[in-house]
């Protein structure tokens, strides 16, 4: 009876086993088995992934390379909207064949199973923080309620104590410009206009 391979993520590999310089590649669609991811994030249970495998087979085993292509889902860490933004993440692993020396992945008989490998790159790629949009403005401090888009929680207005000195500030940059007055003092300037005619 044919030994059936077990799991989606399990590839092929005894026609390129112990022969360097073969290749094969792959491109498939793949549910997802389980949530993958524990954070605001994650990947739900049956969505799809787009793989693409490339299998090299090396001296010391087989090369897997691809990307995988998915959409996380959660909420924004700031307003708590749902959210769903694509993910997008290279991998490369060498399986090695049993016996070799110590490594995290091997062939198993005639296939490698690289459902270990994709999972972990895309979890490492849910971002931890995740937003809704790069300038999302979050909640209100004091109400909890989702400020508007475009509203900044710190765009305070101007203290009237400042505006006084802003104005101040105004005044006394214009002055040297104008007048091209030395080192007199504020008061001095309107005497520095006129003496400038002569
Ligand atoms: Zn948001």
């Not at 993958?36 to 495998?53: A, D, K, R």
């Not at 940059?173 to 520095?192: L, Y």
Request: aromatic share 6%.
């Amino acid at each position: 009876m044919i030994k059936r391979l077990n799991g989606p993520f399990v590839f092929p590999v005894r026609d390129i086993v112990r022969r360097p310089g073969e290749m094969r590649e792959f491109e498939v669609e793949i549910q997802v088995p389980e949530k993958w991811g524990e954070g605001l994030v994650s990947v739900p249970e049956g969505e799809p992934v787009q793989l693409e495998v490339r299998l090299e087979s090396v001296h010391e085993g087989i090369l897997v390379s691809g990307e995988a292509d998915a959409t996380y889902t959660g909420v924004c860490g700031r307003c708590l909207r749902d959210i769903a933004h694509p993910t997008e993440v290279e991998f490369q692993e060498l399986f090695a064949y049993p016996g070799s020396e110590a490594t995290d992945f091997e062939v198993q008989d005639d296939h490698v199973d690289l459902e270990t490998l994709v999972r972990d790159a895309i979890v490492l790629s849910l971002p931890f923080q995740p937003v809704c949009q790069p300038d999302c403005p979050g909640l209100d401090p004091a109400t909890g309620e989702r400020l508007a888009e475009g509203t900044e929680s710190h765009a305070a207005p101007i203290d009237p104590r400042w505006a006084a000195l802003q104005d101040y500030t105004t005044d006394t940059e214009a002055v040297p410009h104008s007048t091209g007055a030395r080192d007199d003092d504020a008061q001095a300037a309107p005497r520095a206009e006129n003496t400038e005619k002569s």
